[in-house]
């Protein structure tokens, strides 16, 4: 199965993202992640064993955190616009290493595949994104992009 943990957004901070994003794409085409798959990836497993990945989500304690959305970038070799924080939270950090990511940990938001360069990146929506629990997802692709099921539910603090 292909896996990884995530940690999924408050609603209204989806919305606001998603919002912002459909905007930018006047400018830059490409597509937006639909609302209900906006996420930050905490650690991308690959084609891992399930068992085994709920069990490391299992044996994680850590406290809940959260972080604030404060940039936007483009990055061209991969044609994406992403959002996240300035600074990686210490917490945010040592919550991805202890999942399995390895070497420096970029929390970053894809709100944008497939983007030409924005001829202006406007800042995004400033939202406040909680993290009280994460997700083990498995990932399928199809025609239409990633489809994703969560396989489990992993709460913090």
Not at 100 to 122: D, S, W
Not at 126 to 140: G, Q, Y
Not at 149 to 156: A, D, H, I, Q
């Amino acid at each position: 199965m292909r896996l990884f943990f995530a940690a999924w957004p408050p609603a209204g901070a989806a919305k606001a993202l998603v919002a912002w994003a459909r905007d930018l794409t006047r400018d830059c085409g490409g597509r937006p992640t639909p609302e209900e798959t906006v996420h930050l990836t905490l650690a991308f497993l690959g084609e891992a064993d399930a068992d085994v990945a709920r069990a490391t989500g299992r044996a994680v304690k850590a406290p809940g955190l959260e972080f604030r959305i404060e940039q936007a970038r483009y990055w061209a070799h991969n044609r994406i616009i992403w959002v996240g924080p300035r600074e990686v939270p210490e917490a945010l950090a040592s919550l991805a290493a202890a999942l399995g990511e390895t070497g420096r940990f970029a929390a970053h938001v894809t709100l944008i595949r497939k983007a030409r360069p924005p001829r202006v990146l406007p800042p995004p929506p400033a939202v406040a994104w909680p993290v009280r629990e994460f997700v083990l997802v498995r990932s399928r692709l199809g025609s239409r992009g990633a489809d994703y099921e969560v396989l489990e539910r992993f709460g913090l603090g």
